[in-house]
């Protein structure tokens, strides 16, 4: 979001996490699906082929809640629609690391090109903006969307529209860099549906976390904000 909530670009790091490895008929029987419960019936070539796809694409990354995560989760709300099951930990992955015991949901996406920045807009959120993964930022939040059909149905330059000259996405986010990092993945980018359009993954210093909440606030009054039909915020902090 520090960006808009339809753009990242995909050079940020992987954060590591310590999981417990799992085959891919392990990841079955864990009953576990993209973003809720699957059954002993869940089409096993389906999930092989999500599971191969995580293994080829060095852009997906997973968000597994759970028991098990280097993240705390300190609470979790639904903002518009429905919420996700309460969860202890999130754990945080690239798509290739397998699922923790005890996980609840997970979801998936894939970082990628910008798609409604300017040329100049790109050059000045690269000069400004921070990595995910510094010391300070013990604090994060993972804050995944879903827009609705009729947001889907506009062309690229109606969308880029109501990002920027209406709802001055990019101008808005600006002003909180480089304290609040981000990466936004794409979930509509994977072959098999996904309960979410983006997910955002934002980290930041304590002494910031006020800061974001003001980001949040900003961007959740705009018009953009109209064509969004679920959203839940999690607030996160790292595990010591």
């Known amino acids: 979001m520090t960006r808009n909530s339809d753009e990242q670009a995909s ?3 992987r954060e590591p996490n310590d999981v417990v490895r799992t085959t891919r008929r392990g990841f079955l029987a864990g009953s576990l699906a993209m973003g809720g419960v699957i059954g002993v019936g869940t089409d096993i070539a389906a ?9 080829s694409n060095p852009r997906l990354f997973r968000f597994v809640g759970g028991r098990i995560g280097g993240w705390v989760v300190r609470s979790s709300r639904a903002v518009i629609g429905e919420g996700l099951p309460s969860v202890e930990r999130l754990d945080l992955g690239s798509g290739t690391t397998a699922i923790p015991d005890g996980a609840k949901w997970i979801l998936r996406g894939v ?3 910008p798609r409604y920045t300017t040329r100049t807009e790109k ?14 930022a013990t604090l994060s939040a993972l804050i995944p969307i879903r827009k609705s059909a009729k947001w ?5 330059d109606e969308r880029r529209d109501i990002f920027e000259s209406q709802s001055k996405h990019t101008t808005i986010g600006l002003k909180y860099l480089p304290e609040i990092a981000r990466r936004l993945h794409h979930c ?12 955002t993954l934002f980290d930041y210093a304590k002494a910031d976390e006020s800061a974001f909440d003001d980001l949040l606030a900003a961007l959740r009054a705009t018009a953009e904000w109209k064509f969004v039909e679920r959203e839940v915020d999690i607030r996160l902090e790292r595990a010591s």
């Not at 999930?47 to 293994?55: H, Q």
């Open 11 to 13: 050079d940020q790091g």
């Open 47 to 55: 999930a092989d082929r999500t599971m191969g796809e995580s293994n």
């Open 111 to 113: 970082t990628s090109n």
């Open 123 to 136: 050059e000045q959120l690269v000069r400004k903006q921070a990595a995910l993964g510094r010391p300070e």
């Open 152 to 156: 889907w149905e506009l062309t690229q």
């Open 188 to 199: 509509r980018d994977l072959s098999e549906p996904e309960p979410f359009d983006f997910i």
